[in-house]
């Protein structure tokens, strides 16, 4: 809450270019929102790109006569982005905001959704989105098929690349953000990347994977009455390069990943050694033992360089958590043993087929060991994050 106000004080942040028609109704609709949130210090900020039809002049005509119309001029034009992050800093550092509105200079926006919004922070949200995919939510029935079909596919391809269906809409641009958001996401967003439409999904990414609590409310998206809208094709494009990248980028950078790549790597080394070794050793129990602990060791050195990096071993720790994870890895050794000596003894060891040029004969003990493997991963991963490399 701000100091100089006992109120919490909201700042709508509305980024202008040639929106001269819009920002007298705009204000006027906001005003009469403000009167119903009695316990808000509601403000708005416009912050202008220098448009060359009088769109500041005539904000500055409007400061004149609603004491809580503000204007932040912006020395170019400098995308959507660049705009919210320099209107969320000064509503910040000048306004002394505790929470901060996202919203569209043409009214596509429902201001009667914002007590609701607000409400939602109150409840604790650190970011509530204004969702048109929500069930009591929606868009225009007059759009063309293509322009529906990119904005409702393009929001489901953004769903299931990032494995998240608890929100509806990634791409909306009305969104209430609490202060404390605000300063933990916008050093994250200085990169050049986020000074268009991109800034939007950027956002709301990088506050998902911090754990901040998002909610939705559902409202029905309106086309613009005036002006021209500056959304091109280019947003879809960004959009999707972003999410594509930091989608990828997530997975590889997982614990999980590592491990099924660290896994991967000790099954080959596990399945060349068990050739080798059967080659000198006639017992195949012995040869799939000694392969496994060879897989084992291999196993040991890289989750400790790259899968549990982060809680690295100190060298002097180094010989007994490897006695550690021998031990740790006894299960899956059991689950491996026990799985080639059932099918040894259940279905047998003979050859099923070999590999085209390399000539690579494969037999029902590549199999079953192949089993064994898959089964014991699963075992692998707990006891290693649970034991060897367990968090302090």
């Not at 109150?122 to 007059?142: E, K, M, W």
């Not at 994250?188 to 939705?216: C, D, R």
């Amino acid at each position: 809450m701000s100091s100089a106000s006992p109120l919490p004080k909201v700042v709508i942040i509305i980024p202008t270019y040639n929106e001269n028609e819009n920002v007298g109704p705009i204000t006027l609709a906001l005003a009469k929102i403000f009167r119903d949130c009695p316990n808000y210090d509601s403000h708005i900020l416009f912050v202008d790109d220098q448009s060359p039809d009088g769109t500041g002049r005539t904000i500055e005509q409007l400061i004149k006569k609603y004491p809580f119309v503000h204007l932040l001029k912006n020395k170019r034009k400098g995308g959507l982005g660049h705009a919210y992050k320099k209107g969320m800093i000064y509503a910040l550092d000048k306004l002394k905001a505790d929470i901060v509105f996202e919203f569209d200079a043409d009214l596509s926006h429902d201001p009667s959704k914002i007590p609701a919004m607000l409400a939602k922070i109150t409840q604790g949200a650190d970011l509530v989105l204004g969702s048109r995919y929500q069930r009591g939510g929606g868009i225009p029935p007059n759009w063309p098929w293509y322009r529906k079909f990119l904005s409702i596919v393009g929001n489901l391809f953004i769903r299931v690349v990032m494995c998240n269906f608890s929100l509806h809409d990634w791409t909306t641009g009305y969104r209430a953000i609490s202060a404390s958001l605000v300063r933990s996401i916008l050093p994250s967003m200085s990169n050049s990347a986020f000074h268009g439409y991109t800034w939007q999904i950027g956002f709301l990414v990088q506050t998902v994977q911090k754990g901040y609590k998002v909610a939705e409310v559902p409202f029905y998206f309106r086309d613009r009455t005036a002006g021209r809208s500056k959304l091109g094709p280019e947003f879809i494009i960004n959009t999707l390069k972003y999410i594509m990248k930091t989608r990828f980028q997530e997975i590889f950078h997982s614990r999980i990943f590592k491990f099924v790549m660290v896994g991967g790597f000790g099954a080959l080394v596990q399945f060349t050694f068990l050739y080798l070794y059967r080659l000198v050793i006639p017992s195949y129990q012995l040869a799939i033992f000694l392969s496994i602990e060879t897989a084992i060791i291999s196993n040991f050195i890289w989750s400790n360089l790259w899968t549990f990096a982060d809680r690295k071993l100190k060298p002097a720790q180094i010989p007994g958590k490897f006695i550690q994870f021998n031990l740790a890895s006894a299960g899956s050794i059991i689950i491996q043993q026990v799985t080639a000596f059932l099918g040894e003894t259940f279905i047998g060891l003979f050859p099923l087929f070999t590999v085209p040029v390399i000539k690579l004969g494969v037999d029902t003990g590549v199999i079953f060991a192949m089993v064994g493997i898959g089964i014991g991963m699963f075992w692998n991963f707990f006891a290693y994050s649970r034991i060897v490399w367990r968090k302090k």
